[in-house]
């Protein structure tokens, strides 16, 4: 699908120079003299290189067009993770580099959505919101609780996160997928 130069939005998978980038960064510019353009910076998603581009305005670009599919988290081993489609019950694997330091947040029968680009996984996205035990935290100090101080805390599959002062180790605790930030006890 071709798009406007001006379209262009951070996060957006872009066919250019046949290859697969994301965009990470988008900065519009319209100098005095000549005409307005778009300086993005890519990555790209087979290679792992970066590039910068200028596109005039006037230019179009192709969108990359991507199938999503929910699936459910299975189990894993050393290099993959294995989920199953839960309408066709057909299982796939996604080696571990693609899903990143997320995939300490899967949970067996986790929903999640894959995107896929010429039937190839690209990314799995989780619920934006996963349910966490902490394993372990350190105690707070008195005093510390008149400032909105966080404390280091472990979680049991692994990940260190900041958590208030009032958690323990053994409750358990809701983490938001994005920025992997606590958001609230249960």
């Not at 796939?92 to 029968?109: C, M, Q, W």
């Not at 190839?120 to 919101?129: G, K, T």
Request: include cysteine; aromatic fraction near 8%; hydrophobic fraction near 35%.
């Amino acid at each position: 699908m071709k798009i406007n130069a001006s379209e262009i939005r951070v996060g957006m998978l872009l066919e250019h120079k046949n290859d697969l980038w994301q965009v990470l960064k988008t900065q519009h510019v319209k100098p005095g003299k000549g005409g307005a353009f778009a300086q993005i910076e890519m990555k790209s998603v087979n290679k792992n290189t970066k590039l910068n581009e200028r596109f005039r305005s006037s230019e179009t670009v192709e969108k990359a067009s991507l199938e999503e599919t929910n699936f459910n988290f299975l189990y894993e081993d050393e290099r993959n993770y294995f989920f199953m489609d839960p309408k066709s019950f057909e299982q796939i694997e996604i080696k571990k580099e693609i899903v990143g330091e997320k995939g300490k947040l899967l949970t067996e029968n986790l929903s999640v959505s894959i995107s896929f680009y010429n039937e190839h996984p690209i990314s799995v996205e989780l619920p934006n919101q996963v349910t966490c035990k902490i394993e372990t935290t350190d105690v707070a100090l008195k005093g510390q609780t008149v400032s909105s101080s966080y404390k280091p805390a472990t979680l049991e599959n692994g990940l260190n996160i900041q958590v208030p002062p009032f958690i323990e180790a053994g409750d358990d605790i809701i983490v938001d997928t994005r920025n992997l930030e606590y958001i609230k006890k249960i």
